[in-house]
């Protein structure tokens, strides 16, 4: 994939493998990434860190908090703050979430690099 690759990003998900997984496929491509092992952290990492993050990747189901509160609670600090949520729900089952904005996407665990890939560098192009 031929992009410029730089950004702030922060992967929220309380699935070890699939942090380190996003953490590498966004680091080879030239992103700069931070973990957090569940919404809470994710959310007090997003917060003491501010203008520090150009994307977050949440997962929906969480221990402390669930995705979408990390959601709401981050635009509501940085609106302009690129979401993109990362779930085994099917949006077929979850109509929420098709909640999809300029902004903020849905993809479907599991994904594949490209997809990953694709998916933030469409975010951060995104204007909002």
């Not at 302009?80 to 929420?96: A, C, K, Q, V, Y």
């Not at 998916?119 to 909002?128: D, I, K, N, P, Y």
Request: overall charge negative.
């Amino acid at each position: 994939m031929s992009c410029p690759c730089k950004g702030r990003i922060l992967v929220v998900d309380d699935e070890p493998l699939i942090r380190e997984m996003a953490r590498e496929i966004l680091e080879n491509s030239g992103y700069t990434v931070s973990e957090a092992v569940d919404g809470q952290a994710g959310l007090d990492l997003f917060l003491e860190s501010p203008g520090g993050f150009d994307l977050v990747i949440l997962d929906l189901v969480m221990p402390r908090l669930h995705g979408f509160q990390v959601m709401d609670r981050i635009l509501q600090a940085s609106p302009r703050t690129r979401i993109l949520i990362s779930s085994g729900f099917s949006p077929d089952t979850r109509p929420e979430l098709t909640r999809a904005t300029p902004t903020t996407a849905f993809l479907a665990k599991p994904y594949r690099s490209k997809d990953l890939l694709e998916q933030v560098s469409r975010l951060l192009a995104a204007e909002g």
